[in-house]
């Protein structure tokens, strides 16, 4: 059974960078061909695809997200992470990784999800 389970802090300022980390377990973030995916969900909108790394170490990025955006794995940890850098009020979310078959594809499992507050 593979479990993704993020970390990082709840609460970030106006121009920081916010970090997650993903922490995979029962399977390797190298095994072919998952994406190991992050997505957000803020207050009253519906889930919005960030980026993903693939089991080949291959990043994709949200257009709109883009620039402010940076994925990375550890594979000797078993970890995926999240950078956003120069947040707003407006990246205040639910914060989510999970892993898909394919870039697009279904999400099969999910973490529990991360609340981040960006707030002085």
């Known amino acids: 059974q593979v479990q993704l389970q993020e970390s990082g802090p709840g609460l970030v300022k106006p121009s920081q960078t916010l970090s997650l980390t993903c922490t995979v377990s029962?399977?390797?973030?190298?095994?072919?061909?998952?994406?190991w995916t992050w997505i957000r969900q803020s207050p009253g909108k519906g889930l919005e695809w960030m980026g993903a790394i693939s089991y080949s170490g291959s990043t994709y990025y949200s257009p709109s997200l883009k620039s402010r955006t940076s994925i990375s794995g550890d594979t000797s940890k078993n970890q995926f992470t999240l950078q956003l850098s120069s947040v707003t009020p407006e990246d205040t979310a639910v914060y989510y990784c999970?892993?898909?078959?394919?870039?697009?594809?279904?999400?099969?499992?999910w973490g529990q999800g991360t609340q981040v507050t960006v707030s002085s």
């Open positions: 999970a892993r898909a078959d394919g870039l697009g594809s279904e999400y099969d499992y």
């Open positions: 029962g399977g390797s973030i190298t095994t072919n061909y998952y994406y």
